[in-house]
């Protein structure tokens, strides 16, 4: 899957606009800066296939990528913090709900966590909405390289006891650094078996 070509199809900014749900896809949200679109370059082996910026709230569209001809990676803008005019996040925020709750063939979304922070509460209405929908959701703790073994160990049981009470969360949490490599099979593997 991930041997073949990766490109980038469309950015869009209103649900009118999406490609046609004909292939299976899995989307990347979490809150702005969590390093969505860092993880989305280190899946598909390409440096700036996704924009990566240090300034919160960098990806403002819903940008689709084509993955081998049959899947798509979605990359989200974030939620929480951005550094933009509010009336233009909360526009954001109203496709970011409408893409997660209304995607037919949505088969996961990577709900990315940022391993310093663990679950915030806006990470929890994110989660409930995705419950509430019935897309099955998965964790991903990003930027783990910034942490010893014992403080991700703190994380990984923070946010454990968060999923309990979402039925539409897959158990298993992907432990992930872009930066250095940690996790990317596992996650090819996953998104693999979606098939
Ligand atoms: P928005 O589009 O603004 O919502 O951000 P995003 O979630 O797409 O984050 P992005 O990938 O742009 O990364 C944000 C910052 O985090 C950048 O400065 C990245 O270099 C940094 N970053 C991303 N992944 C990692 C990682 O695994 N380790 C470290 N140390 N830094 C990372
Ligand atoms: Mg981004």
Request: glycine share 8%; aromatic share 6%; net charge positive.
């Amino acid at each position: 899957l991930f041997a073949g070509e990766t490109d980038f199809l469309k950015g869009v900014v209103a649900m009118d606009g999406m490609p046609p749900a004909d292939r299976l896809e899995v989307c990347f949200a979490g809150r702005s800066n969590v390093g969505k679109s860092s993880l989305i370059n280190a899946i598909t082996g390409r440096k700036s296939l996704a924009r990566t910026s240090n300034t919160p709230g960098r990806t403002q569209e819903i940008n689709f990528f084509t993955l081998a001809e049959s899947h798509y990676l979605v990359d989200l803008p974030g939620y929480g913090f951005a550094e933009a005019p509010v009336a233009i996040v909360q526009k954001w925020q109203r496709l970011l709900k409408a893409y997660l709750s209304g995607r037919q063939t949505l088969r996961r979304a990577f709900v990315l966590i940022d391993s310093r922070h663990g679950v915030k509460p806006v990470d929890e209405e994110i989660l409930s909405l995705l419950n509430k929908s019935a897309v099955t959701f998965q964790v991903v703790l990003t930027k783990t390289d910034k942490l010893k073994k014992g403080e991700i160990d703190k994380v990984v049981a923070q946010v454990s006891t968060a999923l309990q009470k979402h039925p539409a969360a897959f158990p298993e949490i992907v432990l992930t650094s872009s930066e250095k490599g940690i996790g990317i099979p596992t996650l090819r593997h996953i998104i693999g078996t979606l098939v």
